[in-house]
T-cell receptor, first 112, second 116 residues
Framework: SQQGEEDPQALSIQEGENATMNCSYK?????LQWYRQNSGRGLVHLIL?????REKHSGRLRVTLDTSKKSSSLLITASRAADTASYFCATNSNFGNEKLTFGTGTRLTIIP | EAGVTQFPSHSVIEKGQTVTLRCDPISGHDNLYWYRRVMGKEIKFLLHFVKESKQDESGMPNNRFLAERTGGTYSTLKVQPAELEDSGVYFC??????????????FGPGTRLLVL
């Protein structure tokens, strides 16, 4: 079955710096999504990028998608302490109501 | 609008006991999904309901797991008997029915299950 892998597994940066996380997947996709999980909380949807898109922005978030390399990156600019969380990519292989296949996650720590 | 809620938030049980997890999706969401994350590994899909029907249960690990969604509203996930390897965080998510489009899945806070 398809499995996403993310790197790095853990990342610590100073507040104000940019954080980049990468995700790779194995099969063709319809879209790729990024989620954030704060400690002890549920998953929060951040952004969705479709397979025919190459880049998408939302506030301080920038997502890129390279379907030829089956990879995506999430860039968080001007990081804040509140960005400390685990970040997961998730792929969807079909339209609409299909299940999500998640990556292993990156644990991001922002040092004040 | 209320989000997805899950109960209990934590559960500690002994091996061989039974535990039932509950998920209340967002009102009006026909899709309901169960996922779990075991021992810090990736989050894995368990099953998918469309209203009260099981659309995809390919991720259910074995017959010790039983999910129901009577009436197409809330769902329960029962583990009987629980084994040590069942420990982890169980997430529920819901979304609107989509026809040819991607609808966001909204996740609950999860139930942390520890089997001793």
């Amino acid at each position: 079955s398809q499995q996403g892998e993310e790197d790095p597994q853990a990342l610590s940066i100073q507040e104000g710096e940019n954080a980049t996380m990468n995700c790779s997947y194995k099969t063709s996709i319809n879209n790729l999504q990024w989620y954030r999980q704060n400690s002890g909380r549920g998953l929060v949807h951040l952004i969705l990028i479709r397979s025919n898109e190459r880049e998408k922005h939302s506030g301080r978030l920038r997502v890129t998608l390279d379907t030829s390399k089956k990879s995506s990156s999430l860039l968080i600019t001007a990081s804040r302490a509140a960005d400390t969380a685990s970040y997961f990519c998730a792929t969807n292989s079909n339209f609409g109501n299909e299940k999500l296949t998640f990556g292993t996650g990156t644990r991001l720590t922002i040092i004040p | 609008e209320a989000g997805v809620t899950q109960f209990p938030s934590h559960s500690v049980i002994e091996k061989g006991q039974t535990v039932t997890l509950r998920c209340d999706p967002i009102s009006g969401h026909d899709n309901l999904y169960w996922y779990r994350r075991v021992m810090g590994k990736e989050i894995k899909f368990l099953l998918h309901f469309v209203k009260e029907s099981k659309q995809d249960e390919s991720g259910m690990p074995n017959n010790r797991f039983l999910a129901e969604r009577t009436g197409g509203t809330y769902s329960t996930l029962k583990v009987q008997p629980a084994e040590l390897e069942d420990s982890g965080v169980y997430f529920c998510a819901s979304s609107r029915w989509a026809s040819g489009a991607q609808e966001t899945q909204y996740f609950g806070p999860g139930t942390r299950l520890l089997v001793l």
